[in-house]
Protein backbone atom coordinates (compact mmCIF):
# COMPACT_ATOMS: atom_id res chain seq x y z
CA UNK A 1 0.00 0.00 0.00
CA UNK A 2 1.30 3.71 -1.05
CA UNK A 3 2.98 5.18 2.24
CA UNK A 4 1.18 8.16 3.90
CA UNK A 5 3.31 11.84 3.03
CA UNK A 6 4.96 13.22 5.98
CA UNK A 7 4.14 16.11 7.30
CA UNK A 8 6.67 17.86 5.43
CA UNK A 9 5.79 16.34 2.31
CA UNK A 10 2.59 17.34 3.07
CA UNK A 11 3.74 20.73 3.52
CA UNK A 12 6.13 20.59 0.10
CA UNK A 13 2.87 19.62 -1.80
CA UNK A 14 0.49 22.58 -0.62
CA UNK A 15 3.18 24.73 -1.81
CA UNK A 16 3.34 23.09 -5.04
CA UNK A 17 -0.19 23.46 -5.61
CA UNK A 18 -1.33 25.79 -8.39
CA UNK A 19 -3.03 29.04 -8.57
CA UNK A 20 -6.46 27.86 -9.40
CA UNK A 21 -6.16 25.71 -6.35
CA UNK A 22 -6.06 28.08 -4.05
CA UNK A 23 -8.59 29.97 -5.30
CA UNK A 24 -11.29 29.57 -3.07
CA UNK A 25 -9.15 29.97 -0.30
CA UNK A 26 -8.44 33.73 -1.73
CA UNK A 27 -12.47 34.02 -2.36
CA UNK A 28 -13.38 33.41 1.48
CA UNK A 29 -10.38 35.18 2.57
CA UNK A 30 -10.74 38.44 0.63
CA UNK A 31 -14.76 38.21 1.74
CA UNK A 32 -13.64 37.79 5.59
CA UNK A 33 -11.33 40.75 5.28
CA UNK A 34 -14.16 42.96 3.23
CA UNK A 35 -16.99 42.20 6.08
CA UNK A 36 -15.13 42.83 8.43
CA UNK A 37 -13.34 45.82 7.04
CA UNK A 38 -17.27 47.18 6.12
CA UNK A 39 -17.93 46.39 9.66
CA UNK A 40 -21.42 44.48 7.92
CA UNK A 41 -22.44 48.32 6.02
CA UNK A 42 -22.44 46.72 2.86
CA UNK A 43 -23.06 42.77 1.76
CA UNK A 44 -20.72 41.14 0.51
CA UNK A 45 -21.38 37.35 1.36
CA UNK A 46 -22.61 37.11 -1.90
CA UNK A 47 -19.57 36.49 -3.20
CA UNK A 48 -19.62 33.38 -1.09
CA UNK A 49 -21.83 31.77 -3.63
CA UNK A 50 -18.96 31.10 -6.32
CA UNK A 51 -16.67 28.89 -4.10
CA UNK A 52 -17.84 25.93 -4.24
CA UNK A 53 -17.76 25.60 -8.02
CA UNK A 54 -14.22 26.78 -7.82
CA UNK A 55 -13.42 23.43 -5.17
CA UNK A 56 -15.04 21.31 -7.66
CA UNK A 57 -12.45 22.13 -10.05
CA UNK A 58 -9.67 20.84 -7.79
CA UNK A 59 -11.06 18.97 -4.96
CA UNK A 60 -12.95 15.70 -4.25
CA UNK A 61 -16.71 16.07 -2.97
CA UNK A 62 -15.54 15.44 0.44
CA UNK A 63 -13.68 19.09 0.16
CA UNK A 64 -15.89 20.56 -2.19
CA UNK A 65 -19.42 19.90 0.24
CA UNK A 66 -16.93 20.87 3.34
CA UNK A 67 -16.47 24.30 1.08
CA UNK A 68 -20.49 24.77 1.03
CA UNK A 69 -21.20 24.53 4.57
CA UNK A 70 -17.90 26.59 5.37
CA UNK A 71 -19.62 29.25 2.79
CA UNK A 72 -23.15 28.85 3.89
CA UNK A 73 -22.24 29.13 8.10
CA UNK A 74 -20.31 32.80 6.99
CA UNK A 75 -23.28 34.07 5.11
CA UNK A 76 -25.36 33.29 8.10
CA UNK A 77 -22.76 34.72 10.40
CA UNK A 78 -22.77 38.31 8.50
CA UNK A 79 -26.39 38.20 7.79
CA UNK A 80 -27.05 37.82 12.03
CA UNK A 81 -24.11 40.69 12.83
CA UNK A 82 -26.49 42.93 11.25
CA UNK A 83 -29.84 43.30 13.08
CA UNK A 84 -32.94 41.92 11.26
CA UNK A 85 -30.81 40.56 8.29
CA UNK A 86 -30.81 37.29 9.21
CA UNK A 87 -34.30 36.32 8.07
CA UNK A 88 -34.71 38.76 5.29
CA UNK A 89 -36.24 37.05 2.15
CA UNK A 90 -32.85 37.94 -0.26
CA UNK A 91 -30.50 36.31 2.60
CA UNK A 92 -32.72 33.54 2.86
CA UNK A 93 -32.88 33.48 -0.92
CA UNK A 94 -28.87 33.15 -0.87
CA UNK A 95 -28.69 30.53 1.50
CA UNK A 96 -30.88 28.77 -0.37
CA UNK A 97 -28.48 29.49 -3.66
CA UNK A 98 -25.25 28.57 -1.96
CA UNK A 99 -26.67 25.61 -0.74
CA UNK A 100 -28.18 23.97 -4.48
CA UNK A 101 -25.30 25.05 -5.95
CA UNK A 102 -23.11 23.38 -2.95
CA UNK A 103 -24.70 20.39 -3.90
CA UNK A 104 -24.27 20.25 -7.52
CA UNK A 105 -20.65 21.57 -7.37
CA UNK A 106 -20.18 18.31 -5.06
CA UNK A 107 -21.74 16.05 -7.86
CA UNK A 108 -19.36 17.67 -10.11
CA UNK A 109 -16.71 17.12 -8.31
CA UNK A 110 -17.74 13.80 -7.37
CA UNK A 111 -17.83 12.96 -11.48
CA UNK A 112 -14.52 14.54 -12.06
CA UNK A 113 -12.87 12.20 -9.72
CA UNK A 114 -14.73 9.46 -11.28
CA UNK A 115 -13.05 10.41 -14.70
CA UNK A 116 -9.70 11.16 -13.37
CA UNK A 117 -9.76 7.43 -11.72
CA UNK A 118 -11.01 6.07 -15.28
CA UNK A 119 -8.25 8.30 -16.50
CA UNK A 120 -5.39 7.05 -14.36
CA UNK A 121 -6.39 3.23 -15.18
CA UNK A 122 -6.32 4.24 -19.03
CA UNK A 123 -2.61 5.36 -18.13
CA UNK A 124 -1.84 2.01 -16.38
CA UNK A 125 -3.19 -0.28 -18.54
CA UNK A 126 -0.94 2.24 -21.66
CA UNK A 127 1.79 1.87 -19.43
CA UNK A 128 1.56 -2.03 -19.18
CA UNK A 129 1.77 -1.93 -23.13
CA UNK A 130 4.28 0.02 -23.27
CA UNK A 131 6.18 -1.87 -21.25
CA UNK A 132 5.15 -5.17 -23.03
CA UNK A 133 6.14 -3.88 -25.83
CA UNK A 134 9.11 -2.09 -25.41
CA UNK A 135 10.40 -3.98 -22.30
CA UNK A 136 13.57 -1.95 -20.28
CA UNK A 137 16.43 -3.24 -21.84
CA UNK A 138 19.08 -5.24 -19.22
CA UNK A 139 22.17 -3.37 -18.94
CA UNK A 140 24.35 -6.51 -19.53
CA UNK A 141 23.02 -9.49 -21.93
CA UNK A 142 25.47 -12.11 -22.55
CA UNK A 143 28.65 -10.28 -23.66
CA UNK A 144 26.88 -7.01 -24.53
CA UNK A 145 26.53 -4.06 -22.22
CA UNK A 146 23.38 -2.04 -23.45
CA UNK A 147 20.91 0.62 -22.86
CA UNK A 148 18.20 2.47 -24.71
CA UNK A 149 15.91 5.71 -25.00
CA UNK A 150 12.32 6.03 -26.14
CA UNK A 151 9.96 8.68 -26.42
CA UNK A 152 6.89 8.79 -28.57
CA UNK A 153 6.39 12.58 -30.00
CA UNK A 154 2.34 12.92 -30.40
CA UNK A 155 1.42 14.18 -27.33
CA UNK A 156 -0.12 12.56 -24.33
CA UNK A 157 0.90 8.98 -25.58
CA UNK A 158 3.09 6.26 -24.65
CA UNK A 159 3.56 4.41 -27.05
CA UNK A 160 4.07 5.69 -31.16
CA UNK A 161 5.62 3.82 -34.33
CA UNK A 162 9.40 3.64 -32.97
CA UNK A 163 10.48 -0.05 -31.81
CA UNK A 164 13.12 -1.61 -30.35
CA UNK A 165 14.51 -4.83 -28.71
CA UNK A 166 17.44 -7.08 -27.70
CA UNK A 167 17.67 -10.71 -26.95
CA UNK A 168 20.36 -13.63 -26.76
CA UNK A 169 20.28 -15.85 -28.64
CA UNK A 170 22.06 -19.71 -29.56
CA UNK A 171 23.78 -17.53 -32.58
CA UNK A 172 24.87 -14.37 -30.10
CA UNK A 173 22.88 -11.26 -28.95
CA UNK A 174 20.94 -9.91 -31.60
CA UNK A 175 18.74 -6.21 -31.59
CA UNK A 176 16.35 -4.87 -33.69
CA UNK A 177 15.44 -1.02 -34.25
CA UNK A 178 12.82 0.27 -36.11
CA UNK A 179 10.40 3.14 -37.37
CA UNK A 180 6.86 2.53 -38.69
CA UNK A 181 5.76 4.55 -41.35
CA UNK A 182 2.58 6.35 -39.46
CA UNK A 183 1.05 7.16 -35.94
CA UNK A 184 -1.87 6.48 -34.41
CA UNK A 185 -3.30 2.91 -33.37
CA UNK A 186 -2.29 0.98 -36.60
CA UNK A 187 1.52 2.10 -35.93
CA UNK A 188 1.12 0.24 -32.52
CA UNK A 189 -0.40 -2.60 -34.12
CA UNK A 190 2.51 -3.19 -36.48
CA UNK A 191 4.91 -2.32 -33.88
CA UNK A 192 3.25 -5.01 -31.72
CA UNK A 193 4.05 -7.50 -35.14
CA UNK A 194 6.96 -6.66 -35.32
CA UNK A 195 8.58 -7.07 -32.26
CA UNK A 196 6.76 -10.21 -31.53
CA UNK A 197 7.93 -11.85 -34.31
CA UNK A 198 11.68 -10.58 -33.89
CA UNK A 199 10.94 -11.94 -30.16
CA UNK A 200 10.33 -15.81 -31.55
CA UNK A 201 12.58 -15.59 -34.74
CA UNK A 202 15.69 -14.20 -33.27
CA UNK A 203 15.91 -17.76 -31.28
CA UNK A 204 15.54 -19.52 -34.48
CA UNK A 205 17.08 -18.41 -37.94
CA UNK A 206 20.33 -17.85 -37.96
CA UNK A 207 20.95 -15.84 -41.19
CA UNK A 208 20.00 -12.43 -40.36
CA UNK A 209 18.83 -12.36 -43.80
CA UNK A 210 16.02 -14.78 -43.14
CA UNK A 211 15.36 -13.26 -40.15
CA UNK A 212 14.38 -9.96 -41.14
CA UNK A 213 12.12 -11.89 -44.32
CA UNK A 214 10.31 -13.40 -41.14
CA UNK A 215 10.00 -10.30 -39.76
CA UNK A 216 8.30 -9.21 -42.87
CA UNK A 217 5.89 -11.86 -43.15
CA UNK A 218 4.97 -11.23 -39.79
CA UNK A 219 4.03 -7.73 -40.35
CA UNK A 220 1.81 -9.21 -43.77
CA UNK A 221 0.08 -11.52 -41.19
CA UNK A 222 -0.60 -8.58 -38.66
CA UNK A 223 -1.09 -5.52 -40.32
CA UNK A 224 -4.15 -3.70 -39.46
CA UNK A 225 -7.64 -4.71 -41.58
CA UNK A 226 -10.38 -2.72 -42.17
CA UNK A 227 -10.50 1.34 -41.72
CA UNK A 228 -6.66 0.74 -39.91
CA UNK A 229 -5.43 -0.80 -43.29
CA UNK A 230 -2.87 0.98 -45.00
CA UNK A 231 -1.31 0.06 -48.16
CA UNK A 232 1.65 1.95 -47.92
CA UNK A 233 2.62 0.57 -44.38
CA UNK A 234 6.15 0.11 -44.13
CA UNK A 235 8.78 -0.39 -41.33
CA UNK A 236 12.51 0.60 -41.65
CA UNK A 237 14.85 -1.26 -39.45
CA UNK A 238 18.19 -2.17 -38.52
CA UNK A 239 18.95 -5.91 -37.41
CA UNK A 240 22.20 -6.35 -35.69
CA UNK A 241 24.15 -9.62 -34.18
CA UNK A 242 27.24 -9.90 -31.82
CA UNK A 243 28.35 -13.21 -32.58
CA UNK A 244 29.56 -15.12 -29.42
CA UNK A 245 32.92 -14.91 -30.69
CA UNK A 246 32.74 -11.41 -30.20
CA UNK A 247 35.18 -8.88 -31.96
CA UNK A 248 32.56 -7.60 -34.76
CA UNK A 249 28.83 -6.78 -35.34
CA UNK A 250 26.93 -8.18 -38.47
CA UNK A 251 24.21 -5.76 -39.55
CA UNK A 252 20.97 -6.09 -41.79
CA UNK A 253 19.64 -3.11 -43.17
CA UNK A 254 16.12 -2.81 -44.63
CA UNK A 255 16.18 1.15 -44.95
CA UNK A 256 17.12 2.67 -42.07
CA UNK A 257 19.86 5.27 -40.70
CA UNK A 258 23.08 3.82 -40.39
CA UNK A 259 24.31 2.92 -36.90
CA UNK A 260 27.27 5.39 -36.12
CA UNK A 261 30.40 3.38 -34.08
CA UNK A 262 31.62 5.52 -31.11
CA UNK A 263 34.51 5.09 -29.43
CA UNK A 264 38.62 5.74 -29.04
CA UNK A 265 39.25 6.31 -32.56
CA UNK A 266 36.15 8.65 -32.58
CA UNK A 267 33.33 8.21 -33.91
CA UNK A 268 32.48 6.54 -38.02
CA UNK A 269 29.50 5.50 -39.56
CA UNK A 270 29.15 1.98 -40.96
CA UNK A 271 28.80 1.49 -44.07
CA UNK A 272 25.72 -0.86 -44.49
CA UNK A 273 23.99 -2.64 -47.70
CA UNK A 274 20.14 -1.20 -47.26
CA UNK A 275 17.55 -2.65 -48.68
CA UNK A 276 13.76 -2.15 -48.77
CA UNK A 277 11.94 -1.71 -46.17
CA UNK A 278 10.30 -4.45 -44.13
CA UNK A 279 6.69 -4.42 -45.62
CA UNK A 280 8.04 -3.51 -49.54
CA UNK A 281 10.36 -6.48 -49.61
CA UNK A 282 7.22 -7.94 -52.59
CA UNK A 283 8.85 -4.99 -55.18
CA UNK A 284 12.02 -7.04 -55.33
CA UNK A 285 10.39 -10.22 -55.15
CA UNK A 286 13.71 -12.95 -54.61
CA UNK A 287 16.38 -10.31 -53.55
CA UNK A 288 18.16 -10.92 -50.36
CA UNK A 289 19.28 -8.68 -48.30
CA UNK A 290 22.85 -8.14 -47.90
CA UNK A 291 24.48 -8.45 -44.27
CA UNK A 292 27.62 -6.63 -43.53
CA UNK A 293 30.52 -7.40 -41.10
CA UNK A 294 31.73 -4.59 -39.17
CA UNK A 295 34.88 -5.53 -36.81
CA UNK A 296 34.58 -3.56 -33.71
CA UNK A 297 37.70 -2.28 -31.42
CA UNK A 298 37.74 -2.61 -27.53
CA UNK A 299 35.81 -0.08 -25.97
CA UNK A 300 33.64 0.93 -29.15
CA UNK A 301 30.18 1.60 -28.53
CA UNK A 302 27.42 1.06 -31.65
CA UNK A 303 24.70 3.51 -31.58
CA UNK A 304 21.46 3.45 -33.66
CA UNK A 305 18.58 5.49 -33.55
CA UNK A 306 15.40 6.75 -35.15
CA UNK A 307 15.05 9.42 -37.53
CA UNK A 308 13.11 11.22 -35.02
CA UNK A 309 16.70 11.79 -33.53
CA UNK A 310 18.47 12.73 -36.85
CA UNK A 311 15.76 14.65 -38.17
CA UNK A 312 15.03 17.19 -34.96
CA UNK A 313 15.64 20.93 -36.11
CA UNK A 314 17.17 23.44 -34.34
CA UNK A 315 15.67 27.17 -34.55
CA UNK A 316 17.17 27.53 -38.01
CA UNK A 317 16.16 24.24 -39.20
CA UNK A 318 18.97 22.45 -39.54
CA UNK A 319 18.68 18.99 -38.54
CA UNK A 320 20.69 17.20 -35.44
CA UNK A 321 23.74 16.04 -36.44
CA UNK A 322 24.29 12.78 -34.70
CA UNK A 323 28.06 11.77 -35.69
CA UNK A 324 29.39 15.12 -35.31
CA UNK A 325 27.75 15.27 -31.83
CA UNK A 326 28.73 11.97 -30.42
CA UNK A 327 32.31 13.10 -31.98
CA UNK A 328 32.34 16.05 -30.36
CA UNK A 329 30.82 14.08 -27.06
CA UNK A 330 32.62 10.46 -27.34
CA UNK A 331 35.33 10.64 -29.56
CA UNK A 332 38.82 9.63 -27.90
CA UNK A 333 37.19 8.45 -24.66
CA UNK A 334 38.74 4.78 -24.34
CA UNK A 335 35.64 3.42 -23.34
CA UNK A 336 32.04 5.54 -23.29
CA UNK A 337 29.46 3.46 -21.51
CA UNK A 338 25.91 3.07 -23.33
CA UNK A 339 24.22 4.47 -20.67
CA UNK A 340 26.22 7.81 -20.65
CA UNK A 341 25.52 7.67 -24.86
CA UNK A 342 22.20 7.17 -24.48
CA UNK A 343 21.56 10.31 -21.88
CA UNK A 344 23.76 12.58 -23.82
CA UNK A 345 21.68 12.28 -27.04
CA UNK A 346 18.11 12.53 -25.11
CA UNK A 347 19.33 15.47 -23.23
CA UNK A 348 21.59 17.30 -26.39
CA UNK A 349 18.62 16.64 -28.77
CA UNK A 350 15.67 18.31 -25.96
CA UNK A 351 18.65 21.36 -25.80
CA UNK A 352 18.99 21.17 -30.21
CA UNK A 353 15.14 21.23 -30.65
CA UNK A 354 12.83 22.50 -28.57
CA UNK A 355 9.67 20.84 -30.29
CA UNK A 356 9.65 17.70 -31.64
CA UNK A 357 6.77 15.66 -32.53
CA UNK A 358 7.96 12.36 -33.96
CA UNK A 359 9.05 9.37 -32.00
CA UNK A 360 12.30 8.77 -30.97
CA UNK A 361 14.51 5.66 -29.57
CA UNK A 362 18.12 5.28 -29.38
CA UNK A 363 19.83 2.14 -28.92
CA UNK A 364 23.77 1.55 -27.50
CA UNK A 365 25.57 -1.28 -27.43
CA UNK A 366 29.06 -2.28 -26.64
CA UNK A 367 31.25 -5.81 -26.38
CA UNK A 368 32.38 -6.83 -23.53
CA UNK A 369 32.53 -5.76 -19.52
CA UNK A 370 33.25 -1.84 -18.46
CA UNK A 371 36.69 -1.10 -17.11
CA UNK A 372 35.41 -0.49 -14.13
Known amino acids: MPREPSPNGRRSLLLRQGWVWWLPFAVVVIDVIVELVLRGREPVSFLLI ?17 SAVVCLGLQMLFAARRPGHFHEQHHIALYVGTLLIGIASTALAWQREQARQELIRANSVAEAMQRGLLR ?26 DLY ?62 DGYDPELFVTALVLEFPPAGGEVRIVDRGHP ?53 EARDAAGVFYPVLERLAQRFGGESA ?20 CDDDQAVLALTLGEHPW
Open 50 to 66: GVPPLAAATRGPRGTAL
Open 258 to 310: APVVVGPQGARRLITAPALPLGLGGLSPGAAAETTVHPLLAGEVVVVHTDGVS
Open 336 to 355: PDPADVVSFVQADTERWSKE
Open 136 to 161: PVPRKLGQVRAAAFYSAGEGGTLVGG
Open 165 to 226: DVCVTPFGVRAIIGDVRGKGLGAVQTVAAVLGSFRVCAHEWQDLGSLAERLELGIARNAPVG
